[in-house]
């Protein structure tokens, strides 16, 4: 089992930056990629970033630029810089973690919202 606890969402104006944090604990020694997705008020859940045990990158075009993830494998923690945020991209933005073995795990969410 794997728990991952997101931090650092918030409110921010257009332009701005935020940096969110995602925790990891548990079976830790398990975990291979690591991520974020966002789902939007009446939107589907949309992949924003991934990043694999080997720290190669993957974005969704829409934050390609402008957002940045990174993990601390010491710490066990996965990081996404955000910048120059746009109200398009509120959301509530969740991390997840792909182990070894295939198996999915998901944090609680964490609200970013940048008004229009």
């Known amino acids: 089992q794997v728990q991952l606890l997101e931090s650092g969402g918030g409110l921010v104006e257009a332009g701005g930056s935020l940096r969110l944090s995602c925790a990891a604990s548990?079976?830790?020694?398990?975990?291979?990629?690591m991520g974020w997705y966002r789902q939007a008020p009446g939107k589907q859940r949309e992949s924003v970033a991934l990043?694999?045990?080997?720290?190669?990158?993957n974005y969704a075009d829409s934050v390609k630029g402008r957002f940045t993830i990174s993990r601390d494998n010491a710490k066990n923690t996965a990081y996404l810089q955000m910048n120059s945020l746009k109200s398009e991209d509120t959301a509530v933005y969740y991390c997840?973690?792909?182990?070894?073995?295939?198996?999915?795990?998901w944090g609680q969410g964490t609200q970013v919202t940048v008004p229009s």
């Open positions: 548990g079976s830790i020694f398990s975990i291979n990629h």
């Open positions: 997840y973690t792909i182990t070894r073995l295939g198996s999915e795990y």
């Open positions: 990043i694999t045990s080997g720290g190669s990158t």
